[in-house]
T-cell receptor, first 112, second 117 residues
Framework: SQQGEEDPQALSIQEGENATMNCSYK?????LQWYRQNSGRGLVHLILIRSNEREKHSGRLRVTLDTSKKSSSLLITASRAADTASYFCATARNTGFQKLVFGTGTRLLVSP | GAVVSQHPSWVICKSGTSVKIECRSLDFQATTMFWYRQFPKQSLMLMATSNEGSKATYEQGVEKDKFLINHASLTLSTLTVTSAHPEDSSFYIC?????????????FGPGTRLTVT
């Protein structure tokens, strides 16, 4: 399987704390994307980082990419209860209309 | 903008019947749509790539005769699960691509939960 792996599988923190999720993948990529999924819902695109980028920020999100290690991390700072969701990384090998390979996901629970 | 809808949001059917799921891009045209399935507490697995005006491209291990895909227009793709069985029960999610040049962003529908009894 080409599916990426994420760790931890589940993460439970308190509001205000930071949450870090890691993603490892197996093939060379054009870009890596992070998505969020609330229970039983579709996916929401959070951030995209290209293979020639090392770090990207968007609001409380910080994403890093290390292509030599084929890994990425998503940091959510000052977490809120509303951040409770599953988070998936997805890799795309090519430009253009891309087939995405999703990681196994991290279930984040943020307690008030 | 970039909204994708799916219909129905959930469906229960009996074994042996067929179910059609629609995926629409509401405010943009999508020449390419993707269909995924997701089992409980698992990740999304790509089933097929749907291209407007041509045959879908199926991933390895996905039966094209069981999961019929029709991309009839630039805003509509349908997935028909034929002769459904309980093991087809899953969450089916579509996505549609929008963008020009470079990396394209996929917009995901809200998903359709299929339960086959």
């Amino acid at each position: 399987s080409q599916q990426g792996e994420e760790d931890p599988q589940a993460l439970s923190i308190q509001e205000g704390e930071n949450a870090t999720m890691n993603c490892s993948y197996k093939t060379s990529i054009n870009n890596l994307q992070w998505y969020r999924q609330n229970s039983g819902r579709g996916l929401v695109h959070l951030i995209l980082i290209r293979s020639n980028e090392r770090e990207k920020h968007s609001g409380r999100l910080r994403v890093t990419l290390d292509t030599s290690k084929k890994s990425s991390s998503l940091l959510i700072t000052a977490s809120r209860a509303a951040d409770t969701a599953s988070y998936f990384c997805a890799t795309a090998r090519n430009t253009g209309f891309q087939k995405l390979v999703f990681g196994t996901g991290t279930r984040l629970l943020v307690s008030p | 903008g970039a909204v994708v809808s799916q219909h129905p949001s959930w469906v229960i059917c009996k074994s042996g019947t067929s179910v059609k799921i629609e995926c629409r891009s509401l405010d943009f045209q999508a020449t390419t749509m993707f269909w995924y399935r997701q089992f409980p507490k698992q990740s999304l697995m790509l089933m097929a790539t749907s291209n407007e005006g041509s045959k879908a491209t199926y991933e390895q291990g996905v039966e094209k005769d069981k999961f019929l895909i029709n991309h009839a227009s630039l805003t509509l793709s349908t997935l028909t699960v034929t002769s459904a069985h309980p093991e087809d029960s899953s969450f089916y999610i579509c996505s549609a691509c929008a963008g020009t040049g470079g990396a394209y962003e996929q917009y995901f529908g809200p998903g359709t939960r299929l339960t086959v009894t």
